[in-house]
């Protein structure tokens, strides 16, 4: 009975071997085709060469993960500062600034491109090379460790770059010393006086200090000195770059204690020229041009009112024009005095017409009233039809008409006058007192205008000679 089991079993396996060899066979013929198919694709992917370092094992993150256990990242705790408890760690800061993007007037804050390096040594950086060469990371290592929070004071805004990666850059050396540079734009307050606007100089800086860290913890220094501020070919619209330099000093804030902060201090000088095309040559016509109504006859009243008016609104409009690009200062600005002393110039043109054409009437009234002039006599009219009143004749009363062709002319006897003649060499000199002048003046109105020919242009003259040496 047991030899027939035996017998049984023998059978079975004898029947059931070929089929598993015949399965093993086809599964290796699938593997086969697959494999055979594969490369067919990566054939013609690569332009019928199939590349080998496809097979191997992704190397950046390989790399990635030797370089993290290199510097022995996971050892240590990165939210604490390098040597803690013991003296301030020095940090030394290196600026190259890039442009200055704008300046702004109205805000008094200025825009600037820089790229910020810092230097310290991490000895848990630290690690062993046969070469000395340094490891260079971006901004995905720099997460993981400890770098310096410096920050801009004053600042406005500020981002770091991001195209098409953000602009971070991490050098790491064996000895664990460490280069971190970034690329930023900041805007900063500046604080201006504008007492000399548009002849001004402006002192403006950009200043450093770490955030969290005070001078016990922190040391901020520039690293080369003098030499540790660098800029490129930078050219403005409106001004002039003077100077660059750097300079250090310290911050106290009562809760938290004393800081290391650094200075980027840069000198502005305004261009001037652009403000004189703007503003001052304007200004200057339009002065000149309202003493034109001192050459215009004084009973031409349209003529000279419409001028003296034109003059006085265009002086309010670039009056308007300057201050609505300037900030709302409680002080006076060099170019407020210049602009107001002219609209001064130009407002008393029009206050002299006002006086002359008054005067003028005053005149003619006791003229009439002494009978020089004809009763029927229309000064609107005169100006209408003549267009021009002559000072220099005497208007006498209109004599009747002789009858005879012949006339005679009658001349009154002079009186006769108890002062003995002058003798030879003496010369008469007629006193009059300032009151008798001003009624002269007065009593002849045309002089006003002649004076003021001479009066205004003098006056003016004399204002911009004060005025340019003392700004400029």
Same mark, same amino acid.
């Given at each position: 009975?047991?030899?027939?089991?035996?017998?049984?079993?023998?059978?079975?396996?004898?029947?059931?071997?070929?089929?598993?060899?015949?399965?093993?066979?086809?599964?290796?013929?699938?593997?086969?085709?697959?494999?055979?198919?594969?490369?067919?694709?990566?054939?013609?992917?690569?332009?019928?060469?199939?590349?080998?370092?496809?097979?191997?094992?992704?190397?950046?993150?390989s790399l990635l993960i030797k370089s993290e256990q290199l510097l022995r990242i996971e050892d240590h705790d990165?939210?604490?500062?390098?040597?803690?408890g013991g003296s301030a760690i020095p940090v030394g800061i290196d600026v190259q600034v890039e442009s200055i993007?704008?300046?702004?007037?109205?805000?008094?804050?200025?825009?600037?491109?820089?790229?910020?390096?810092?230097?310290?040594?991490?000895?848990?950086?630290?690690?062993?090379?046969?070469?000395?060469?340094?490891?260079?990371?971006?901004?995905?290592?720099?997460?993981?460790?400890?770098?310096?929070?410096?920050?801009?004071?004053?600042?406005?805004?500020?981002?770091?770059?991001?195209?098409?990666?953000?602009?971070?850059?991490?050098?790491?050396?064996?000895?664990?010393?460490?280069?971190y540079s970034v690329r930023i734009t900041v805007t900063a307050l500046c604080s201006m006086d504008f007492s000399?606007?548009?002849?001004?100089?402006?002192?403006?800086?950009?200043?450093?200090?770490?955030?969290?860290?005070?001078?016990?913890?922190?040391?901020?220094?520039?690293?080369?000195?003098?030499?540790?501020?660098?800029?490129?070919?930078?050219?403005?619209?409106?001004?002039?770059?003077?100077?660059?330099?750097?300079?250090?000093?310290?911050?106290?804030?009562?809760?938290?204690?004393?800081?290391?902060?650094?200075?980027?201090?840069?000198?502005?000088?305004?261009?001037?020229?652009?403000?004189?095309?703007?503003? #001052?040559?304007? *200004?200057?016509? &339009?002065?000149?041009?309202?003493?034109?109504?001192?050459? $215009? !006859?004084?009973?031409?009243? =349209?003529?000279?009112?419409?001028?003296?008016?034109?003059?006085?609104?265009?002086?309010?409009?670039?009056?308007?024009?300057?201050?609505?690009?300037?900030?709302?200062?409680?002080?006076?600005?060099?170019?407020?005095?210049?602009?107001?002393?002219?609209?001064?110039?130009?407002?008393?043109?029009?206050?002299?017409?006002?006086?002359?054409?008054?005067?003028?009437?005053?005149?003619?009234?006791?003229?009439?009233?002494?009978?020089?002039?004809?009763?029927? #006599?229309?000064? *609107?009219?005169? &100006?209408?039809?003549?267009?021009?009143?002559?000072?220099? $004749? !005497?208007?006498?009363?209109? =004599?009747?008409?002789?009858?005879?062709?012949?006339?005679?002319?009658?001349?009154?006897?002079?009186?006769?006058?108890?002062?003995?003649?002058?003798?030879?060499?003496?010369?008469?000199?007629?006193?009059?007192?300032?009151?008798?002048?001003?009624?002269?003046?007065?009593?002849?109105?045309?002089?006003?205008?002649?004076?003021?020919?001479?009066?205004?242009?003098?006056?003016?003259?004399?204002?911009?000679?004060?005025?340019?040496?003392?700004?400029?």
């Amino acid at each position: 009975m047991i030899f027939a089991v035996s017998v049984l079993r023998l059978m079975c396996l004898a029947w059931l071997m070929p089929v598993a060899l015949l399965k093993g066979s086809n599964t290796q013929n699938q593997r086969r085709h697959k494999d055979v198919y594969l490369g067919e694709n990566t054939r013609h992917k690569h332009g019928g060469r199939i590349d080998f370092k496809t097979k191997k094992s992704d190397s950046t993150k390989s790399l990635l993960i030797k370089s993290e256990q290199l510097l022995r990242i996971e050892d240590h705790d990165f939210a604490m500062r390098p040597g803690f408890g013991g003296s301030a760690i020095p940090v030394g800061i290196d600026v190259q600034v890039e442009s200055i993007d704008s300046i702004s007037e109205v805000n008094m804050d200025f825009t600037m491109t820089l790229y910020l390096r810092h230097y310290w040594q991490d000895d848990r950086l630290a690690f062993p090379s046969s070469n000395n060469k340094s490891r260079t990371f971006d901004a995905r290592l720099v997460k993981k460790i400890w770098v310096p929070d410096v920050f801009f004071v004053h600042s406005k805004r500020s981002f770091i770059h991001d195209t098409t990666m953000e602009n971070i850059m991490l050098r790491v050396y064996p000895d664990g010393n460490i280069l971190y540079s970034v690329r930023i734009t900041v805007t900063a307050l500046c604080s201006m006086d504008f007492s000399r606007f548009p002849l001004d100089t402006q002192n403006c800086s950009l200043e450093l200090e770490s955030y969290a860290y005070n001078e016990n913890d922190l040391m901020l220094y520039w690293k080369n000195g003098n030499d540790s501020l660098r800029t490129d070919e930078i050219a403005l619209s409106q001004f002039f770059i003077e100077e660059f330099h750097p300079s250090f000093g310290l911050a106290f804030y009562s809760s938290t204690g004393w800081y290391n902060r650094l200075y980027i201090n840069f000198i502005l000088r305004r261009h001037i020229f652009f403000f004189m095309l703007q503003t #001052y040559f304007p *200004t200057m016509l &339009m002065v000149m041009l309202s003493w034109v109504s001192f050459w $215009i !006859d004084r009973r031409a009243v =349209p003529a000279r009112v419409s001028l003296g008016i034109t003059t006085v609104l265009t002086m309010s409009t670039i009056i308007t024009g300057v201050s609505a690009s300037m900030p709302q200062v409680s002080y006076v600005k060099a170019v407020d005095i210049y602009l107001w002393a002219s609209f001064l110039f130009v407002f008393l043109s029009v206050i002299e017409y006002a006086a002359v054409n008054y005067f003028t009437t005053v005149e003619e009234m006791k003229k009439l009233r002494k009978g020089k002039l004809p009763v029927s #006599y229309d000064a *609107t009219q005169a &100006m209408a039809y003549d267009g021009c009143f002559h000072d220099d $004749i !005497d208007v006498s009363p209109f =004599p009747e008409l002789p009858t005879t062709p012949s006339t005679t002319r009658t001349i009154p006897p002079r009186a006769s006058s108890t002062e003995p003649p002058p003798t030879e060499g003496t010369r008469l000199w007629r006193k009059r007192s300032v009151g008798k002048n001003i009624r002269f003046i007065m009593s002849n109105s045309y002089m006003i205008d002649s004076y003021s020919r001479i009066i205004f242009p003098l006056a003016y003259l004399l204002f911009n000679i004060i005025y340019w040496c003392i700004y400029s």
